[in-house]
């Protein structure tokens, strides 16, 4: 069971409560096409923070860094200049204050093992 928080500051007081001592901090995109974006493909970037708290139950925060219409390049889509330097910025960030909390960090995301995320990295 995943339960998610509002606040970065929420999960990591409830992962000190619970003792835990890595965490997961990932950025995550999301390709958009259809009808809200008229067919053109935009990029949805999320920086995730998860970490798990027993065999069955794991916490999830996810920071919104923005959208952008995707550069198409000959090896696919490519996240806007823009976008990527707020990514990169969202992510030390959160790393920083995650590292601060006294957590180790690792690279990647926890999910249900039945669960999809259709997201990438670039």
């Not at 999301?30 to 949805?44: K, N």
């Not at 959160?94 to 999809?116: C, P, Y």
């Not at 995320?117 to 670039?122: H, I």
């Amino acid at each position: 069971m995943k339960l998610l928080f509002d606040s970065l500051d929420a999960l990591l007081a409830e992962l000190r409560d619970r003792k835990a001592e890595i965490v997961r901090v990932s950025p995550a995109l999301e390709l958009d096409r259809g009808p809200r974006t008229a067919g053109v493909p935009q990029l949805v970037s999320r920086v995730l923070v998860t970490a798990a708290l027993d065999d069955h139950h794991w916490v999830e925060w996810r920071y919104w860094v923005g959208r952008g219409i995707a550069d198409i390049t000959p090896s696919g889509f490519q996240l806007p200049a823009a976008l990527l330097t707020r990514r990169d910025r969202a992510l030390a960030e959160v790393s920083r204050r995650v590292d601060e909390a006294g957590f180790r960090i690792r690279e990647g995301i926890l999910t249900h093992d039945q669960g999809v995320m259709d997201t990438f990295r670039l």
